[in-house]
């Protein structure tokens, strides 16, 4: 069983459900709140190779609204200094296990994770 990593902030009901998915489990997790801890850059860069940008940000959120993404060309270090500062730009729970990732609320890929290796 890989060791699963799950980004995300505690006032997150989809964060929540993740780690409760796991739990429920038995699986040993990692959690990192990103109110209190930035994600690493080079964490991220899994994520966007993975789902790209556009999977990975929050294009209905009210951070990214109001801070007017719709609207910005930002360039990628842009970016991730905007997400550091501001974690809700992200679609959450983001969870690695493995060399698997996973966005958002995705219980397919989350079981995916707790299977054994062939």
Known sequence: MANIQVFG??????????????KERRAAIQMIDLKKKAIAPGEIRRFVERFGWAGLLDSEGKAYIEGGLKYLKLSESELLAK?????????????RGGKLVSIGHDEAAWKAMLAPPA
């Open 83 to 95: 997400i550091e500062r501001d974690p809700a730009l992200l679609r959450l729970p983001l969870v």
């Open 9 to 22: 902030v505690k006032n997150s009901q989809a964060t929540r459900a993740a780690e409760r998915f796991f």
